[in-house]
């Protein structure tokens, strides 16, 4: 007679399909969380930071050139106390315009940046879901026909006993 495996219980491969069952319940969240939050630092990086310092740009820009047309009229008027807080105010205000000139270039290179940095991990993120999705659902099939076979080559060798 033929050898015949002596298979007593299951109970590793259903503990082991209920294991991969939560790792896919915890590991999807998880990735949709990761994904989300790259997506959100991008949009406040190329958005919402880049509107806001436009925006200063412009206000800034105008109390320039409100500085300097003061300037201007305080040098007309001949007043040296009035043209000297002039100067420093158009200087101040030039050096105000120059923060926010800085401020889009490092928002313009911290998007090329995230982008060079994050996109890379992006695509490895995707490739991961899509194999949890299919490589892993598979795998829980196959497992659950694993289980199906050994309790029916189980019952088989209690009925000949």
Same mark, same amino acid.
């Given at each position: ?5 002596? +298979?007593?219980?299951?109970?590793? +491969? ?24 790259? +997506? ?18 412009? $206000? ?14 305080? #040098?007309?008027?001949? $007043?040296? #106390?009035? #043209?000297? $807080? ?35 991990? +992006? ?39």
């Amino acid at each position: 007679m033929a050898e015949t495996a002596n +298979i007593t219980s299951l109970d590793a +491969i259903e503990a082991f399909r209920a294991g991969m069952v939560v790792y896919l319940g915890k590991a999807r969240p998880l990735l949709e969380e990761i994904s989300g939050e790259i +997506i959100r630092t991008r949009q406040w990086i190329e958005d919402d930071q880049r509107r806001h310092w436009e925006n200063q740009l412009r $206000l800034r820009s105008r109390k320039l050139e409100e500085a300097r047309a003061e300037l201007f009229n305080a #040098t007309l008027s001949k $007043l040296s #106390t009035t #043209t000297a $807080l002039s100067q420093m105010a158009v200087q101040r205000a030039d050096r105000s315009v120059r923060e926010c000139e800085d401020k889009l270039k490092m928002i313009r290179k911290w998007s090329r940046e995230l982008e060079n940095r994050t996109g890379p991990l +992006i695509k490895q993120i995707e490739q991961f879901k899509t194999y949890l999705a299919t490589d892993m659902a598979q795998a829980m099939a196959y497992l659950e026909r694993v289980m199906e076979a050994l309790e029916a080559y189980a019952s088989i060798g209690r009925e000949q006993k």
